[in-house]
């Protein structure tokens, strides 16, 4: 199975004393070819392995000159050659450090998002009508979109000018004759978002 001086059952053993020798089998950095079980082939830098849940971490560099991350089951492998072997004694690079800044902005977009939807969420709603409130949301805006409760509706208001009642249809769009233009605009948000659903 490998093409190493490593022996087989170290590979496949399931106790501690047969797992070791399976640790020194994929160092930081050797270049590794898996061939998968869907007859697929990975060419990459090992950057992390795990012995107990036989995983392999492979960096691939792609065509946009950037590098690919696969996660490979060990046990689903049908051949595994190590390529080029880095010595454990030879200095491994340490990796990057993580840029905090860009984490954090990620972390915030991710909470500020998840805040919207529950802001967006209405229990009483019919699923499409909650997924109506946010196509209009996307187009205009979710500060320009809320939820208006009439004694047993709930209906989607628009910029306080255009309400779209339940059962959320074209012709379920009202609005004063001021705010005719965005009536039309969101009778066809409202068109489009239908037709995707058929």
């Known amino acids: 199975m490998f093409k190493r001086r490593a022996p087989l059952n170290a590979i496949q053993g399931s106790n501690a004393e047969e797992k070791l020798p399976l640790l020194s089998c994929f160092t930081v950095g050797s270049t590794v070819r898996c061939k998968i079980c869907f007859d697929e082939e990975i060419l ?7 012995a107990g849940t036989k995983m392999l971490l492979i960096k691939v560099p792609n065509k946009r000159g950037l590098c690919d991350m696969n996660i490979v ?3 689903f492998c049908l051949d595994v050659e190590i390529v080029k072997e880095v010595e454990l004694s030879e200095s491994i690079p340490k990796p990057a450090p993580p840029d905090l800044p860009k984490l954090e902005k990620r972390l915030h977009d991710t909470i500020e998002q998840r805040a919207k939807h529950l802001l967006n969420f209405k ?3 019919s699923p499409m009508g909650q997924a109506l409130y946010r196509q209009v949301a996307f187009y205009l ?3 320009q979109v809320s939820w208006l409760e009439q004694e047993q509706k709930i ?4 910029m306080e000018q255009v309400i779209i009642e339940p059962p959320y249809g074209v012709a379920n769009v009202n609005g ?3 705010a005719t233009k965005l009536k039309r605009y969101v009778q066809w948000i409202v068109q489009k978002f239908l037709e995707k659903q058929h």
């Open 44 to 50: 990459g830098e090992v950057v992390a392995f795990d």
């Open 73 to 75: 089951n060990l046990n």
């Open 123 to 125: 229990p009483k709603v």
């Open 141 to 143: 805006g979710d500060s």
């Open 155 to 158: 209906s989607i208001m628009v």
């Open 176 to 178: 004063p004759q001021e």
